[in-house]
Every structure is written in structure tokens, then in C-alpha cells.
């Protein structure tokens, strides 16, 4: 049965292999189990109940209380030829009486439906009529009222099931894995423990940072500007930190939009689009934003304020990078961030106990922002993984090399000015005075008399408020919460003064890109925008960044090379095989022959396949002795699929005399290259070395050494 899921996986799909958990998760389905299958977000949930649905002879029905992501995943199944559809509040009632009306034909392997419509008697009905396989429950956490997101509805999910004559089987879905959450999932919809699945929640593609002291807006000024053109989501806490900053970010010339409920629907609807269209670069939102959404190519999520756990927090960053890409997390800690949070419990509806149970959870997001180990350790340990793991090597803590500044005279200075206002004003007003600005209020409260006044002259007034908001967030002093917030020395400032303790403010982050600069990646960037404009569809759910980042290491020029991109199958070849393989060939600067020919060849291509591998009988001739462009010819293929043929017959360990494709000159100056820029992208390789060397060769080196390393 595997086998079978795994040929689906390809031929749908385009992917090689499932991943870890997804493996377990659909074996479990496939003997009939029901399964409760819990991966972190980008872990690839859908992937577990979509290719055991083509399996199964029945439909599948997926409950999922994101409207918005429906049309997406129904998109997203479409374009690569699995019918579905989605009856939701968003349709007419004409719309839903036709869609009901095509699934009684049996016109759909997938129905996609919000939990509120299992409420309508006469939907729950017609149901029963259906030969339904299988139920997956996606965001199972909205089961529990433990979950960050209880749906009452849910509650209907398990009598509706009940209800049919043959049981369909329940596969539940969620990132959220807390023990209360968990067993209120197995229990509410009976599934037994043993049918629990936990993969791993470590995001290997992920780099978290919590940024110190910082200025926040300087901080995102320099991260969006050295990132331009990737996109990212910005979380805020309240509707007016997310106006001011992306107006903030708009004046900067950075493409940016907003999303918070305070926006009329239309206006949200037109953000999110223009987002998922790779429109805008950078959403501003608060948590509003983001159930609903599967733009894959998120490539960083910045949080401006702290969350307020760390199950809501990994849910946010975890929709950066969900197409596998390297992309980063951070979160800009700042301590009066917290006040903020527990204002927020403390006016909540929630009941004393579970107050008690979010201020816990409020602490366990701060003491990650203060811990020193592996960020990304300290997370998964949270969700309870006991396996032993070894320190990212990626996150803030594990790379920061970055030295300490003693600022311990510029901190008594503070200090010493705070205290001698009266501990009455806020930072602004202390920064001028230890500036020694001459303005209105200072003279009228005489501070210009005080003899921390100009103490500081040498600083700008923006260094001396920055180093203040360090201050700040160190806990040395505290801010009040008043409308006009007033700076107030903590216990730790006196500990300072008392026992004359040293202060240390480490340099400020470095921020690199999050991308290497490729060419052609950045070409077929283009080629998938001007299709999702044409075609009305959002970039990725054309191909996926990891699909374009292979395509351009592979270089695909025939359609049969094209298949083997990952992400690739049979609909997106013949939907938009086409275009890229002409940019691609444009790009190398090889020539591209008409389609029909193309189309001739790869059929050819595909029957020789059956009795002795292509590949192989390009590999032949050239051990005969015939040259490239000789087999190019008699075998109506392009040079370039034929030395891909040979480099394929040789990484399958078949021997070549490698002086007939490069001298050992040549070869040298490849390596010395590789050495420099690695093997992860050609095109560097190729703009490195000189130009009598062609990507042949380069791949051929590569090959060479990849194949020494194994021995
Ligand atoms: P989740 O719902 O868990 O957040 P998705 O189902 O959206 O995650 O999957 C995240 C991404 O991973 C998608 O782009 C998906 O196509 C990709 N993906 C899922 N399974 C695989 C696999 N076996 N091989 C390669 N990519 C995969
Ligand atoms: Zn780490």
C-alpha cells in the first residue's frame, strides 16, 4: 500500500520520498486506524490526507475552519490534476446547490468544509447519502478549549461521523501539541493514544534570533532593506502599532501592506491578496493575519512585540519557509512588551484558573526570549520532544560572536539624571536633558540647573533614548503604563549603583541576506509572476521557491528533464513546462526546438525508456566512440540532454574517460572553484571560471568529485 501512496506522491506531486512523519501517519490511515497526526506548521500535514485520498474509493471530506485557505488548497489541488472543491460561506446558495449537485455525481475526491456547516441539518443529511472514506480534521486543536483557538462547532465533528452507516475513517491534524491538547483531541474524537503521531518539531530550514536592546524600527529598516524583494510577515500587537509601522515602512519606500481587524473586510481581502501575489513584500499585521494563509515563500516573520506563548509564537514563525527554504524568525524582545500581555489576560473573560494557566505560559515565551541555549532546542523540549538533539547551528545563540561594550558610565549617567527628575518624566524628556537641549520645559522645570544636565553632549539624542530602551529591556528600568509613560529606576539599577556592578550592550546584529544572488533563480522569479498574472493565480501555487531553486541547479531543457525537478508532475509539465523550459534555455543560451519536435522526442525518449534506459544508450555511443554533437543528431535529442545522459550514466557508477570531456587543467581550476562557492548552484561556478568552460564540464567536476567523496 506504501508503495502505492508513494507512487501517487510522485505522479501528483512531483516529490521523491515522504517525509519522516508523513510515512508513519499514512500507513497508520492506510491499515484503517484513526490517527491523530501532530507536525509543526510546513511540516506537510496536507500531504498525509490527500494521497491516502486518491487511494481510498470513496470521498474524503476535510474540515477546516480557514475559508480563506480552501480556495487555495482547492487551487493548489487542481493545478496539479486531483478534483476537489469547497462548499463555505463565501459561496451563493446557487453555488452550493450546483457543488452539492456534481459531488452526489461523484465528481470530487475532496471536499473541503468550515465545522459551522455540519450545524445545517440538511447538509449533515445529504452526507449520510455519501460514501465518505475518510474524515480529516485539520487544526484539531480547535477541538479542545485548551487549544488557542477553540471552535465550538468542532464539537459536532465526532456525531456527525457517528452518524453514517459505515464509519468513515478520522485522521485529526494540528501543530499543537500540549498534553491537554493532545488527550482532549483523542478524546473527544476517540482515537487511541497508539495512533498518536508526534514528528519531529524541529524546522531545519528555520533560524530563530531574539534581538536585544535594539531600536526596533531600525532593526527592520536594516533587515527589509538588506532582504528586498523576499517577502515577510511583521506581527504587531495592537491595530495602531501595525498602522504607524507599515506607514512607517511605506514612507521608507518599502512595499508594504496591513492587516488587522479593524479593516473593513474588502480592504483585508485586497491586502492578503496582493500579498499572496507577491505584490507587496511585507505584511504588517497583527494575529489576525495568517490562519488562512499558505503562501509558501514567506521567507521571514518578524515579531515587533513579544508573543503571548509559545505555541501562538511557532504557529506565527512557522509560516515562514514552508516550502522548505532557508528563512528566519525573530523576535524583537523588549521587557515592557510583557506589561502588555499580562494588560491583556488580565482583561480577558477567561476564568481565574485559566488565567493562572496563561500567565504560566506568558512566562515560559519570556524565559525563551532570556535563555542562552539553542532557540531552537528550547522549543521543541517545550513541546515535550524527549529525543536528545543537538544545538541548531543555526539560531541566535548558536552563532552570536558578536563582542560586549561596557556601558556602565553611560547607564550611572542615566540612572543618576532619572532620579534627579524626580523619577516624573519619560525618556524623551530625560534624553534632552542629558543632552543638554535648550527647550521650553526644561527651563520651566529649572532641570537645566541639574548636574546631569549636557552630561551626555557628545551623544545625539536618538543614541541617548536607544541606549535608554536597552536599559528598558534589561530590566534596569521600568517604563509605567500610563498614557504618558514615565521611567522609573528597577531594583537592578540600585543593585548597579550599589554594589557597582558592570553593564554590557553587545555590538549591533549583523544582518545578512537570507538568499544567495542567483540569476536565474531571480529569472524564473519573473516567468512565475508574469504566468500567476495571466493566469490569475497566486506565484506559488504555480511552483513552490524550492521548486524554482532546483529548476535552476538542474537547468531542465527537455520536458523529460523537467519531470525531475522536485515539485514537478505530469499537469504542472503540460500546464507550464513550456515557458520555463524556453526561459531556461534562453538563460544557457541553447537553442530550444519547436515543441512538436520536443514533443516527438520526449515520447521516443519515454518508449526507448522501457527496454533500455535513454540515458544509457546516449552513454553507449559515446563509449563507441561517437561525439556529443554525433548522438545529439542521430538520436533527435539537444546536446545538452545528451550530456545530461552521460552525467546520469556515470553518477549511476558506469566508468567515463574524463579526459575526453575536460583536461586535467581544467578540472583543477573547477575544483579550486568548488572549493570557494560549493556545489549548491552552477551558475556562480560558471561566472567564477573562465569562459571556454561550459556548464558541462562543471557539472562533470562535480560529478567526479561527488563520486571520490563516496568512496
Ligand atoms: P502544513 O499544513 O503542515 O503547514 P503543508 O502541507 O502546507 O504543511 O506543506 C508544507 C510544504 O511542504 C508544501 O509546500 C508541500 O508541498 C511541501 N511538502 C509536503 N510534503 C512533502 C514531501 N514529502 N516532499 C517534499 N515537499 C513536501
Ligand atoms: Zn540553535
Known sequence: MLQQAEKRLKEYFGYTSFRKGQKEIIESVLKGKDTLAIMPTGGGKSICYQVPALLMDGMTIVISPLISLMKDQVDALTSIGISSTFINSSLTAKEVKERIAEIEEGAYKILYIAPERLEVESFRTFLLTMNVSMVAVDEAHCISQWGHDFRPSYRNIKRMITAFVKKPLILALTATATKEVTEDICELLNISASSTYVTGFARDNLTFNVIKGENKRDYIMRYVKANRDQAGIIYAATRKEVDDLSQFLKKNGIKAGKYHAGLAEHERAEQQDQFLFDQLDVMVATNAFGMGINKSNVRFVIHHNLPKNIEAYYQEAGRAGRDGEKSECAILFAAQDIQLQKFLIEQSTLSPDKKVHEYQKLQQMVDLCHTEKCLQTY?????????????????????????????????????????????????????????????????????????????????????????????????????????????????????????????????????KSIEVNDDLFERLKLVRRELSVQLGVPPYIIFSDSSLRDMSSKCPTTENEFLQVKGVAKTKLEHYGEKFISAICEFMNVERTSSDQLQGRVAADYIVSDKTASHLISYQLFQDGKSIKEISESRGLSVITVQNHLIRAVEEGNPIEWSEIMTEAQEALIAEKIIELGTDMLKPLKEALPEDIDYFQIKAAVCKLKLKSLK
Open 379 to 511: 522549543i521543541i523540549e517545550y513541546f515535550g520532544e524527549t529525543t536528545p538533539h543537538a544545538p541548531c547551528g543555526r539560531c541566535m545563540n548558536c552563532t552570536d560572536t558578536r563582542s560586549k561594550i561596557d556601558v556602565t558610565r553611560e547607564a550611572l549617567m542615566i540612572f543618576s539624571c532619572v532620579k534627579r527628575m524626580g523619577e516624573r518624566f519619560g525618556k524623551t524628556l530625560v534624553a534632552q536633558v542629558l543632552k543638554g537641549s535648550n527647550n521650553k520645559r526644561i527651563n520651566q522645570f529649572g532641570f537645566h540647573k541639574l548636574s546631569t544636565y549636557s552630561l551626555m553632549k557628545e551623544k545625539t539624542e536618538k543614541q541617548i533614548v536607544d541606549l535608554i530602551d536597552f536599559l528598558i529591556a534589561e530590566g534596569y528600568l521600568s517604563l509605567t503604563n500610563d498614557k504618558y509613560p514615565v521611567l522609573m529606576l528597577s531594583n537592578k539599577a540600585r543593585e548597579v549603583i550599589v554594589d557597582k556592578l558592570q553593564i554590557f550592550k553587545k555590538e549591533l546584529v549583523k544582518i
